[in-house]
T-cell receptor, first 112, second 118 residues
Framework: DAKTTQPPSMDCAEGRAANLPCNHS???????VYWYRQIHSQGPQYIIH???NNETNEMASLIITEDRKSSTLILPHATLRDTAVYYC?????????????FGTGTLLAVQP | GAVVSQHPSWVICKSGTSVKIECRSL??????MFWYRQFPKQSLMLMAT?????????EQGVEKDKFLINHASLTLSTLTVTSAHPEDSSFYIC??????????????FGQGTRLTVV
């Protein structure tokens, strides 16, 4: 079973920041938080991951609470092409055999 | 980033026939690949782990004789849906882990295969 809970859907205005929350209250000390997104009828796309520190890359920022029980993915300037289902996943870092268990995700709808 | 390619992108087959789906890692080697199934408006469900040179590992509830997996080389895994029925109609997606150097291992996904059984 997935170890994360996310709201089923969210709306965001184009050009504004999209903040997607994720709860992972049972996360273990050696588990990282990963975010993927899936645009309709395509394979998932990796966005970002982190352990305890906040992370930023060209796509997004990841904010992890100090107790690591929740996190927020931030898309700083959402565009219509960011409309997708966003999945928050916890898993052990690295390892070629580690499989990803997907939860239900959050459908982000970016509105013009 | 690393590229994982699936073929075909979509396929329609008659009930009772078998369908083979290919998953290739185009610019890297993958000793392990994963196969997922996704029904409309649902999340991805892991079906099995494909292991190069050895038997696949199936998740609970997935029929191994129904979904045959072959990982004959370091860049190719195939999923064969045998004696397909309409309830097998789904979106099938593969993924392969790719070592990103110091960044660790990430999963890259194929574009998916839409199977429709009529």
């Amino acid at each position: 079973d997935a170890k994360t809970t996310q709201p089923p859907s969210m709306d965001c205005a184009e050009g504004r920041a999209a903040n997607l929350p994720c709860n992972h209250s049972t996360i273990s000390g050696n588990e990282y938080v990963y975010w993927y997104r899936q645009i309709h009828s395509q394979g998932p796309q990796y966005i970002i991951h982190g352990l305890k520190n906040n992370e930023t890359n060209e796509m997004a920022s990841l904010i992890i609470t100090e107790d690591r029980k929740s996190s927020t993915l931030i898309l700083p300037h959402a565009t219509l092409r960011d409309t997708a289902v966003y999945y928050c996943i916890v898993r052990v870092y690295g390892g070629a055999t580690n499989k990803l268990i997907f939860g239900t995700g959050t459908l982000l709808a970016v509105q013009p | 980033g690393a590229v994982v390619s699936q073929h075909p992108s979509w396929v329609i087959c008659k009930s009772g026939t078998s369908v083979k789906i290919e998953c290739r890692s185009l610019d890297f080697q993958a000793t392990t690949m994963f196969w997922y199934r996704q029904f409309p408006k649902q999340s991805l469900m892991l079906m099995a782990t494909s292991n190069e040179g050895s038997k696949a590992t199936y998740e609970q509830g997935v029929e191994k004789d129904k979904f045959l997996i072959n990982h004959a080389s370091l860049t190719l895994s195939t999923l064969t849906v045998t004696s397909a029925h309409p309830e097998d109609s789904s979106f099938y997606i593969c993924s392969a882990p790719f070592v990103q150097g110091a960044s660790g291992t990430e999963a890259f996904f194929g574009q998916g295969t839409r199977l429709t059984v009529v």
